[in-house]
T-cell receptor, first 115, second 108 residues
Framework: GAVVSQHPSWVICKSGTSVKIECRSL??????MFWYRQFPKQSLMLMAT?????????EQGVEKDKFLINHASLTLSTLTVTSAHPEDSSFYIC???????????FGQGTRLTVV | KNEVEQSPQNLTAQEGEFITINCSYS?????LHWLQQHPGGGIVSLFM???GKKKHGRLIATINIQEKHSSLHITASHPRDSAVYIC??????????FGEGTQLTVNP
């Protein structure tokens, strides 16, 4: 199946710093990217949906100024957690879909720990 | 009531046992997904189905659209099958609604 590469797989950062997470579609053009967050023992929660070249659509309760999503190309989307705080510690995972695809593909996920 | 409900929440089996995980949903769907999440967090898509039955190796997934129910079966289970299995339903715009997952542990 299609490959979505997400980096880094884990990151530890200090409170107040920003962290960027990248998702790349390696063998298809990702016209739509979904970003999810998962707290321990909980389901994945959709944070935002982005279409290439457009501004992301954020789910209710997700701060767009804190979680900056960029989807400037058909193979790369980034999620930047700005001014990270310990409560932002979570597992973040992307899911990419091509325009004509019926299925979307998950990245490997990023475990963020803010200390 | 969640839109997607899985049962059981936790399942422990002995190696070789036949395993069934169930998923019921209450919304209209375009497709249903079964996902596998390993302890490191990475998610693998096992099946996407909108009708009938699919088989891949020791895994079988079925769906009954009228009853809004799907099952994931694992035959001849093995310790490496230990993971969280997640049912997710696709709705409009490729959005997914996730069940809470079933933690499967297969003991040798």
């Amino acid at each position: 199946g299609a490959v979505v590469s997400q980096h880094p797989s884990w990151v530890i950062c200090k409170s107040g710093t920003s962290v960027k997470i990248e998702c790349r579609s390696l063998d298809f053009q990702a016209t739509t990217m979904f970003w999810y967050r998962q707290f321990p023992k909980q389901s994945l929660m959709l944070m935002a949906t982005s279409n290439e070249g457009s501004k992301a659509t954020y789910e209710q309760g997700v701060e767009k100024d804190k979680f900056l999503i960029n989807h400037a190309s058909l193979t790369l989307s980034t999620l930047t957690v700005t001014s990270a705080h310990p409560e932002d510690s979570s597992f973040y995972i992307c899911r990419a879909k091509g325009r004509w695809d019926t299925e979307a593909f998950f990245g490997q996920g990023t475990r963020l720990t803010v200390v | 009531k969640n839109e997607v409900e899985q049962s059981p929440q936790n399942l422990t089996a002995q190696e070789g046992e036949f395993i069934t995980i169930n998923c019921s949903y209450s919304v209209g769907i375009s497709a249903l997904h079964w996902l596998q999440q390993h302890p490191g967090g990475g998610i693998v898509s096992l099946f996407m189905l909108s009708s009938g039955k699919k088989k891949h190796g020791r895994l079988i997934a079925t769906i009954n659209i009228q009853e809004k129910h799907s099952s994931l079966h694992i035959t001849a289970s093995h310790p490496r099958d230990s993971a969280v299995y997640i049912c997710a339903v696709g709705t409009s715009g490729s959005r997914l609604t996730f069940g809470e997952g079933t933690q499967l542990t297969v003991n040798p």
